[in-house]
Structures are given as structure tokens and as C-alpha cells.
């Protein structure tokens, strides 16, 4: 398959409160920050995937209590991410639960401005990546 010249891919999100989702993203998510322009911070989540956060004042959007993206990270093993978040006190939607169905297991959270945080792990025959 052909990578097309692409290099990477970011997914911009959009806050209000630019300070304290970097603490979460680089405290709680472990991610590092790739490139900093000030009023927005990349966060390399793995070679070619990335996260942007964006101070709402300065970007192209305005940050809005609607929040129709989900950051789902397949991850190789869901239970130890989860393990993650509770010894941080940090609320989570569920324990992570399998689906038959997908063949995966799964759990949510939202980050400090409402952004749902899906952590998924592939098992045998997962309908996923």
C-alpha cells in the first residue's frame, strides 16, 4: 500500500484551557511534546501519529461543549492503560470490557475539557487495527 507522501497525521483539538491539557496529555497520557508554537503544542503519540492541542483564542476553531471526536488508541494492552488512570485518580467510564462482537476490549474517559478517550486493545480476530 502506498503512503501517498504522507508523513504523519494530527488530530487538532480545541481548548479553552491550553495549560491544563498539556498537564494531562504529557502527565497522565505519558505523550511528549514534538513541537511546541506557543499557542499550540503537537504531541507525538507514536512514529507518524500525533495530537495537536490548540488555545481556542488563537486557532482555527473555537473550543465548544460539543465534542464529536473520539482519540482512540489501540493499545497492546488495555488493563495495564487502565491500571494507569486509576492509580492517577483519574476518572474513567468503565473497567475496561470485551466485545464479542469487534473482538476487542475497551474502555472511556474524557480529558479535562470533555474529549472522549477511547483505549482499546485488538484481541484474536479484532475488527480494528
Known amino acids: 500500500m502506498s503512503d501517498h507522501g ?9 481548548y479553552r484551557d491550553l495549560p491544563r491539557a498539556m498537564r494531562f496529555y504529557e ?4 505523550f511528549e511534546l514534538a513541537v511546541d508554537q506557543g499557542w499550540s503544542k503537537i ?37 495495564a492503560w487502565y491500571r494507569r488512570f486509576v492509580e492517577r485518580s483519574i476518572e474513567v467510564e468503565s473497567q475496561p470490557r470485551e ?8 474502555f472511556m474517559l474524557r480529558d479535562p475539557e470533555g474529549y472522549v478517550v477511547e483505549v482499546q486493545q485488538s484481541l484474536p480476530g479484532a475488527l480494528s487495527i
Open 27 to 30: 502527565e497522565v497520557m505519558g
Open 43 to 79: 504531541y507525538r503519540i507514536r512514529e507518524g501519529a500525533y495530537l495537536g492541542l490548540v488555545d481556542e483564542s488563537r486557532g482555527y476553531h473555537r473550543a465548544s461543549e460539543a465534542k464529536p471526536v473520539i482519540v482512540c488508541l489501540n493499545v497492546t494492552d488495555a488493563d
Open 99 to 106: 466485545s464479542e462482537r469487534l473482538r476487542i476490549k475497551v
Open 6 to 14: 504522507v508523513k504523519g497525521v494530527i488530530t487538532w483539538l480545541y
